[in-house]
């Protein structure tokens, strides 16, 4: 990645100015203070640009891509892979600003939202209608709905709702070069040649900036069932999660791991409540969401005591109340403990084949044994489609590139990839060739290239481009 030592032009800035008034441009100390709760090595931007319509997005990103100037796209600066840090010489666009929900249409059962609409207060919104958005994941409170479909976001509810890009019928997004590309589709079935949206989902800002969506929205679930089980072999747990898919009829919406090492954590003296002993190497939440509350819980219970009976659990609790539940989940959801208690600490986010996931762990722990005798490893995620999240201290020992190397390089054998819905950002573009072959590669450079000639947007993220994929290099001048 070619590195940045000029300041964005003060004309520029002046410029941007004028698209956004005062109140849409920040600069100086007040670029790294506007949110202490990012890590102040994110922002290391000469100006924050805060547009309020897709429009001034469109000025905007026409006069950075006339000047040359890097672009880093802002949501809610949520991500774990550093996809939103900047440098000196780039400017910040945040969506912060274009937070509308402008319009619910329950015939339809769809929303178009700006790109900036909070995940959970558009969950809180559509209640009034009886809907819901099924996307759900722990950073809901400040996430962006924008950032979601970027990011191709994943969560909790993916076994059974699919990922961001399940959720995203249409987008509006705007090009390097700042025109508006408006594909708001409201239909699920438009086979009308390429599917555009699929350009902007899932690319971290590298190739368009999403400003507007439309969302495809669900019914509002009236009954819910909850349960942590625990289990001695993980093969108990892939027949669980088989089990538990065909004898609830579709109801399944979260089967979520926990390993001794993460449940011990969490439910240490003083910290959370622990339901079950914490003597087994698995634990699992398991969750229903239907319509009917007495007949999905007799259904719950049934499909339980048939696991039982098949050997496929060792013990199990059930909650009974809301207030159970949240206890429940707040042991697989609270990363306070285990971040404090695993320093250095360090976190994964990968997905593979269920089928290789208990020889993948053993080999992980092996590896980091092998390299960090003192280092400490949990593991947690969404067992339910592939997804583990790792949890490593490397026991005083400061080194990543080791850590990593622990943790991707299994991967490749078994054809893993190395993210499973963080994305690459900076974190994880050393490792991308995990995953991706030369010729996928090729193929994603050819794209950058051809939307972004001068590598404005959100440079140096997920790959670095070749010189010779850059049509229009920065400081050269573009014919008006």
């Not at 700006?114 to 995940?119: D, H, Y």
Request: net charge negative; with cysteine.
């Amino acid at each position: 990645m070619t590195e940045r030592t000029a300041r964005t032009p003060a004309a520029l800035i002046e410029r941007l100015r004028s698209i956004v008034d005062d109140k849409g441009l920040l600069t100086g100390a007040d670029v790294r203070m506007r949110n202490p709760g990012v890590f102040m090595s994110e922002i290391g931007a000469d100006a924050l640009v805060r547009p309020t319509t897709t429009e001034q997005v469109s000025q905007i990103m026409a006069a950075c891509h006339a000047a040359g100037q890097a672009v880093v796209v802002h949501g809610g600066m949520s991500g774990w892979v550093r996809a939103t840090q900047t440098r000196p010489g780039e400017i910040a666009l945040s969506l912060e600003r274009m937070n509308c929900i402008e319009n619910v249409d329950p015939a339809n059962r769809t929303a178009i939202v700006q790109a900036g609409v909070i995940l959970e207060t558009f969950q809180d919104h559509l209640e009034q209608f009886g809907l819901m958005f099924p996307l759900d994941l722990g950073g809901r409170g400040s996430c962006q709905l924008g950032g979601n479909a970027a990011t191709n976001a994943g969560g909790m509810r993916v076994l059974r709702y699919g990922m961001m890009r399940e959720q995203v019928l249409g987008v509006e997004a705007v090009l390097a070069d700042g025109r508006i590309v408006s594909s708001l589709n409201r239909m699920l079935k438009n086979n009308t040649g390429y599917d555009l949206k699929q350009l902007f989902i899932g690319t971290e800002g590298s190739l368009g900036v999403i400003t507007r969506l439309v969302l495809r929205l669900r019914e509002q679930p009236t009954s819910s069932n909850t349960a942590l089980v625990c289990a001695e072999r993980f093969s108990q747990i892939a027949d669980l999660l088989r089990h538990m898919d065909g004898a609830l009829g579709g109801l399944l919406s979260a089967f979520e791991l926990i390993d001794n090492s993460f449940y011990r954590v969490n439910t240490a003296g003083g910290r959370h409540g622990a339901p079950l002993p914490s003597d087994k190497p698995y634990y699992v939440v398991i969750e229903t969401l239907g319509s009917d509350q007495e007949r999905d819980t007799a259904l719950f219970h049934q499909a339980l005591e048939k696991a039982a009976e098949m050997g496929l659990l060792d013990d199990a609790v059930l909650a009974s109340s809301e207030r159970e539940r949240e206890a429940i989940w707040a042991i697989r959801e609270d990363l306070e403990h285990i971040v404090r208690d695993f320093q250095p600490f360090y976190a994964f986010d990968v997905s593979l084949p269920v089928g290789d996931m208990e020889g993948y762990m053993a080999d992980v722990k092996a590896a980091l044994k092998a390299q960090l005798p003192d280092g400490s490893i949990a593991f947690l995620g969404h067992i339910g489609d592939g997804n583990l999240h790792i949890a490593i201290g490397a026991g005083g020992a400061d080194d990543r590139e080791v850590v990593e190397a622990c943790v991707y390089e299994p991967l490749r054998p078994i054809q893993g990839s190395v993210s499973a819905e963080h994305g690459i950002g900076l974190e994880k573009k050393k490792w991308l060739s995990v995953s991706r072959s030369e010729a996928e590669c090729a193929l994603m450079f050819e794209l950058k290239s051809m939307l972004d000639p001068r590598g404005i947007l959100n440079p140096g993220k997920i790959f670095d481009l070749p010189p010779q994929h850059l049509v229009a290099p920065l400081g050269t001048a573009l014919p008006e």
